[in-house]
């Protein structure tokens, strides 16, 4: 399984950015599809999270009301639409895609993509 990300860049705080992710399978295939983000120096963190076929999603707090993750089926695309930027938004964002095979699990990343926001 591979999964390419694109859309990351230089922003200004207060801007908009998407990010893409497209799976080499079908997004069907995985029992979740969620973005993560790593900031120098900081650990990876779970930033949005959408189940299968769009069933739920879950955002960080520091991003509720700011990000959404959504998916288009026809393309085979997931997104993450990201509003209001602020310079702490400013992290490698990560494409991470969940095999559920009954009690197994597998997770797949992408190679990631910078989101800078200046202030």
């Known amino acids: 399984v591979q999964l390419v990300e694109s859309g990351g860049g230089l922003v200004q705080a207060g801007g908009s950015l998407r990010l893409s992710c497209a799976p080499s399978e079908s997004t069907f295939s995985f029992a979740a599809i969620s973005w993560y983000r790593q900031a120098p120096g900081k650990q990876r963190e779970l930033v949005a999270q959408i189940t299968r076929g769009g069933g739920s999603t879950n955002y960080a707090d520091s991003v509720k009301g700011r990000f959404t993750i959504s998916g288009d089926n026809r393309k085979n695309t997931m997104y993450l639409q990201m509003g209001s930027l602020k310079p702490e938004d400013t992290a490698v964002y990560y494409c991470?895609?969940?095999?559920?095979?009954?009690?197994?699990?597998?997770?797949?990343w992408g190679r990631g993509t910078q989101v800078t926001v200046s202030s």
């Open positions: 991470n895609a969940r095999l559920r095979l009954g009690p197994l699990e597998a997770d797949y």
